[in-house]
């Protein structure tokens, strides 16, 4: 059982045309909608509180008069409540980020979650998405006002009467609840469209300077994301294909080793893949270890006494491959498993034919984003630069397969016969970027790379970058003497995938 409040300014006719859009897409039998005219002699703080004391039900909905909510809405958000109690408020757009300025879509793109479509009277319809649909409730620190729902047995604090009248009472509401426990969440089980766009104004601004100066001390507040987002991997018998080859490059550090290793073990099935451990200078004490752990399993322990990327992997395959291995996957050592990825790659291969490299969605340890696809853009200065898709952000990543530039070598995917057919990877670069040019390699000769965002994996990258202090002279030279000239030349074949600064 819901109560509904809102503010408005509009005559009966429209009012009542509301009320029933409210109740008759609820999917409930018990709604209550308190409407108050407003004709901006009371502040939204006010009229909610007096909403609040007046309500029958536990479960409270604020939210705009020029909205317009699916069917079943209120059913759903009963449901979200019910399958999480923890959540005290619910909004359907919300930030996991409140700055010390007070402009907390200062890192819209990195921090901002949710769904909100946009329909103003005469234009087409469009959807502000700041992160996909998730199957929970994505915790934040404040929720925007257009639809602010709690339940009032667990808010610690009403609407502040103090500051401001149409602007900024959703923060101020939000607030001072998170800061004293109340957990905030942001819903995709429902979708709403607002029927006009929001622009801040003077009111606004000064606002959220009173805000600033009564909170300040307080931010900013940060919430890191608490889950990522793992869809579950069914897997199916793939009929005629071939295993894959795991190849894993290493030198000691042998918990972050065995975590990668480990986590094939749990999310795979072993029928599909072996897995080839090129170490690369460990000590023979390390080296022993590894053996003993994982005698008569499907890992096997190559050793080198050198360390480059792109030839150790280059070296395996060509020596170590047999051919009964129909696919590769390159795989750092910091990486670890959270689905079924060598089956999910697998499945791709043998639907696309065309297919070039498969790269999945790589999160830091602390759940951000730490790659969602190699991005290849143009910046405002004409200079061609290299970043990966959201990088560092929250909650807003891709969920589902994308063409694009490709993926990194850090967790790729790639035919045996497609790897060997490009040369490889090339064994000039000192530092990083073989992995890029062998994307673009495999553009220009006329397959298609794909991103996998359903498959995921943690990249602890951060606690296995060389700490060579020439380590960023050596990527600018990687970059200027052989990425950018194979990149000049073979511009056309991929620039439809280039973005391009506004």
Not at 215 to 225: C, H, I, R, V
Not at 309 to 320: G, S
Not at 371 to 376: L, N, Y
């Amino acid at each position: 059982m819901i109560t509904i409040i809102y503010s408005t300014h509009k005559d009966k006719e429209y009012n009542d045309k509301f009320n029933d859009h409210l109740v008759l897409t609820s999917g409930l039998q018990w709604v209550e909608v308190l409407p108050y005219v407003n004709h901006n002699e009371y502040s939204l703080s006010e009229l909610y509180n007096k909403g609040i004391k007046e309500s029958k039900y536990d479960i409270v909905v604020c939210c705009h008069n020029d909205i317009k909510l699916e069917k079943n809405w209120g059913k759903k958000l009963l449901e979200d409540y019910s399958n999480s109690p923890e959540f005290g408020i619910i909004g359907k757009a919300g930030s996991c980020y409140f700055p010390e300025s007070g402009v907390y879509w200062e890192r819209m793109s990195q921090t901002m979650v949710g769904q909100v479509y946009h329909q103003p009277e005469g234009s087409k319809k469009w959807l502000s998405k700041y992160s996909p649909k998730m199957p929970f409730l994505v915790p934040v620190v404040t929720i925007d006002g257009l639809f602010i729902s709690f339940d009032k047995t667990k808010i610690k604090h009403k609407f502040d009467e103090t500051i401001g009248r149409f602007h900024f009472y959703d923060h101020l509401f939000c607030i001072p609840n998170y800061l004293d426990g109340v957990k905030i969440g942001v819903t995709s089980s429902f979708e709403i469209t607002h029927q006009s766009v929001g622009k801040p104004n003077q009111e606004f601004y000064d606002s959220k300077d009173l805000f600033v100066k009564k909170y300040g001390n307080k931010l900013p507040l940060d919430l890191k994301p608490s889950k990522i987002y793992v869809p579950e991997i069914k897997e199916k018998p793939i009929k005629n294909i071939g295993k894959m080859a795991v190849i894993i490059p290493t030198k000691s550090k042998l918990g972050l080793l065995f975590d990668c290793i480990d986590s094939f073990h749990e999310q795979c099935n072993s029928s599909l893949y072996d897995i080839f451990i090129a170490d690369t200078g460990s000590s023979d004490e390390e080296k022993e270890i590894i053996k003993s752990r994982y005698e008569n399993t499907n890992v096997k322990l190559i050793e080198f006494d050198y360390y480059n990327f792109a030839k150790i992997n280059n070296e395996v395959v060509r020596n170590y491959i047999g051919d009964e291995y129909e696919f590769l996957l390159f795989c750092n050592n910091d990486i670890k498993l959270l689905n079924n990825v060598v089956y999910g790659m697998l499945k791709t291969f043998k639907e696309k034919h065309k297919t070039g490299t498969i790269g999945c969605r790589l999160h830091f340890g602390d759940n951000s984003v730490q790659h969602d696809g190699i991005m290849v853009y143009v910046d405002k200065e004409k200079k061609i630069q290299l970043t990966h898709y959201n990088l560092k952000n929250y909650y807003n990543y891709t969920t589902g397969h994308r063409v694009g530039i490709g993926s990194t070598g850090a967790l790729l995917g790639v035919r045996k016969t497609t790897f060997i057919k490009s040369n490889m990877f090339n064994e000039q670069y000192l530092n990083c970027f073989e992995d890029v040019e062998l994307n673009l390699k495999l553009i220009s000769l006329g397959y298609e790379n794909i991103y996998d965002g359903s498959l995921v994996a943690y990249h602890y990258e951060s606690q296995t970058r060389n700490e060579n202090p020439d380590n960023i002279k050596t990527l600018i030279e990687d970059y200027q003497n052989s990425l950018f000239p194979f990149i000049s030349k073979n511009w056309g074949s991929f620039k439809k995938y280039v973005e391009v600064a506004q």
